[in-house]
């Protein structure tokens, strides 16, 4: 008998790269383009498909994938908000994810993106490069003392909090589930809103938490406030944020992910004319920074993702229980 294939979408160099040096069992067939309806029968003959955050794994992806007789999808992140649970359920095919590969990643990037915007670093660079070396512009404030207000409060969150911390930083926290963490005080949302220096977002896209940043809270927040998002696009009502950064009723903001980032990010779009208006606002701005979706990005996060991702499809194989599954 031949080797068990999987279909794996969305491939990037450093995926095929982690994925090669720990795969021994499988025959990995690596498709540049995301997982979608229309190239979806690409998956025939296979068992399983792995797919990553951006892959379209809608309820008419899951019928072909389900006709082909995929029998399980394999997400090599943690979210799992753009897969059709339901459908995925009610076609037998098992969810797998990868829950937590390095929650250091993900919030040392969160910092990162704040101490760049906060200090102007990527401007300051750019200047340096061209010979001026003028400060004009470049003001920041100190961290230490500030309150930062960090909504969802699970793994990635409390890593941020003790990197706050470090910074000498008060916190305030939102979370639904409150955890007994150090010197942290849970609030309410719109006490969080009003008191926070720096907001930055930590919870899952779901009903509840979509737009939790919009108009209302926007309202709501300090005049010179940073806003950090490297948890979903869609926690953020992004044309609530622009109009807010218009009007200067916040001090800037930090994205790594954006609500309409699907075909954008982690792609090379330099030669194109990207027709997202928005979003070309927002890269104009000089208190916006924007990375590709990339907080997660470190050789330890990708060496985890690989591991446990081969290691899931191992356990459904060999009938072991199935701990990494995403149950409805
Ligand atoms: P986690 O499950 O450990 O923690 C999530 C926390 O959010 C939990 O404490 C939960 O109670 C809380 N929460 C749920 N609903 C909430 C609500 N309505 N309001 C406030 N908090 C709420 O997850 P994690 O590993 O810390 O990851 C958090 C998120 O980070 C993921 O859902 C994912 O979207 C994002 N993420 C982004 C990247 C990236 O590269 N940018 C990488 C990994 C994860």
Redesign the pocket.
């Known amino acids: 008998m031949g080797k068990e294939e999987i279909a794996f979408f969305d491939a990037k160099p450093y995926d095929k790269e982690w994925f090669d040096k720990f795969n021994t069992e499988y025959e990995i067939r690596y498709y540049d383009g995301r997982l979608r309806p229309a190239n979806a029968k690409l998956a025939e003959g296979c068992r399983a498909v792995c797919a990553f955050v951006n892959d379209v794994v809608n309820e008419k992806t899951i019928d072909i994938l389900s006709k082909l007789n995929v029998e399980v999808i394999l997400m090599r ?3 799992y908000n753009n897969v059709a649970l339901e459908e995925a359920k009610k076609r037998g095919i098992k969810v797998l994810r990868v ?2 590969y390095s ?1 250091y990643a ?1 919030a040392e990037h969160t910092m990162g993106l704040i101490l760049a915007l906060n200090r102007k670093i990527p401007r300051a660079y750019i200047r340096t490069r061209d010979f001026n070396f003028s400060l004009n512009g470049l003001t920041g404030f100190d961290l230490h003392g500030k309150t930062a207000g960090v ?7 409390r890593v941020f909090i003790d990197i706050c911390r470090g910074f000498g930083m008060e916190v305030l926290a ?4 409150p955890a007994d963490i150090d010197g942290v005080k849970y609030v309410s949302k719109e006490e969080l809103f009003k008191n926070s220096d720096i907001i930055s977002l ?5 009903k ?2 979509h737009y ?1 940043i919009n108009e209302e809270a926007l309202k709501l927040v300090k005049k010179n406030v940073l806003i950090v998002n ?3 696009g869609s926690l953020i009502d992004t044309e609530a944020l622009l109009s807010a950064l218009n009007e200067k009723r916040i001090g800037g903001a930090a994205l ?2 954006y609500e309409e980032e699907s075909g954008l990010f982690f792609e090379d779009n330099s030669d194109k004319i990207v027709t997202d208006e928005v979003l070309s606002l927002l890269v104009s701005r000089p208190n916006v920074i924007i990375t590709s ?4 990005l470190t050789e330890e996060a990708l060496s985890n993702i690989a591991q446990v991702t081969l290691k899931n499809f191992e356990d459904y194989l060999l009938g072991r229980e199935l701990e990494n599954e995403v149950r409805l």
Do not use: M, N, W
């Not at 930590?202 to 779901?206: D, K, V, Y």
């Not at 979706?293 to 997660?296: D, L, M, S």
């Open positions: 992140c943690a979210g829950p937590a929650p993900v909504i969802g409060t699970g793994k990635i969150g939102f979370d639904p589930k930590h919870c899952p896209l779901t509840e938490t939790i490297t948890s979903r790594d992910v979706h990339q907080a997660f």
